[in-house]
């Protein structure tokens, strides 16, 4: 209730006065810290997820200083209202963070597993499924873009023998299952067979390292979104 029972407070910190900002941040940080450890539940694209909360005090420290700079943003203060309780305003900013963040990689990952034909020749420099991702410019997608390109060469570099050499047919290729199995020399139900493990495998390996947190490894969750046409 800092904001809304003090006014002066609260024009300073609308004008962005460094000792107004520092006040609110001494304010809300902490509970904001215990709302970020304890994670939360959310809706996206129909289905129940959860953020388990930050994974260490380096996530926590990165998490809060997000928010708070979010928060502080000359648009965001003077959004704020000043009428409702500023705690609620800035756990929405926090929350909605996370959320955008879950939605970047999922967009991500099904884009590397997406189901739409492609012409190899005009495939950019960056496809993550070659291991690399684009530069944008922009520091915090660049990151993002680079682990998930990282986690997928490691993923496809630990896959067995066949499976490493379905996968670089399948998604790297985009070959069907039948010329896949004139290639290989494999019936086309096994192809099929490998592929499928080869996705759910890629689902759990991804799941583990913090992505789909709230999915699950079947044809009605997420595995939908990759599944062979």
């Known amino acids: 209730m ?9 024009d300073a910190f609308r004008r962005g006065e460094a000792v107004a900002l520092d006040r609110v941040y001494r304010q809300y940080a902490p509970p904001l810290a215990v709302f970020l450890r304890a994670g939360f539940s959310f809706r996206a694209e129909g289905r129940n997820c959860r953020f388990r909360g930050a994974s260490s005090a380096f996530d926590l420290e990165d998490r809060l200083q997000d928010t708070f700079s979010r928060a502080f943003a000359q648009n965001a203060r003077m959004s704020y209202d000043g009428l409702s309780p500023y705690r609620a305003y800035l756990f929405t ?9 879950f939605r970047r990689k999922e967009r991500a990952l099904t884009e590397s597993f997406s189901e739409e034909p492609a012409d190899l020749e005009s ?21 993002e873009s680079a682990e998930l390109a990282g986690l997928v060469q ?11 050499e379905i996968y670089r047919l399948r998604f790297e290729e985009e070959l069907e299952h039948k010329d896949i199995a004139t290639r290989t020399g494999l019936s086309a139900s096994k192809v099929k067979t490998s592929e499928k493990r080869i996705r759910t495998t890629f689902f759990e390996f991804m799941k583990e390292r913090g992505y789909f947190a709230g999915f699950e490894a079947n044809e009605g969750g ?7 046409r």
């Open 222 to 228: 997420w595995l939908r979104l990759i599944r062979s």
């Open 154 to 164: 490691r993923f496809r570099d630990e896959l067995p023998g066949r499976e490493r």
């Open 123 to 143: 495939e950019p420099a960056g496809d993550p499924r070659f291991g690399r991702g684009p530069a944008t410019g922009r520091p915090e997608v660049d990151a």
């Open 93 to 101: 900013i926090s929350r909605n963070n996370v959320i955008d963040e």
């Open 2 to 10: 800092l904001l809304v029972e003090d006014r002066k407070l609260l």
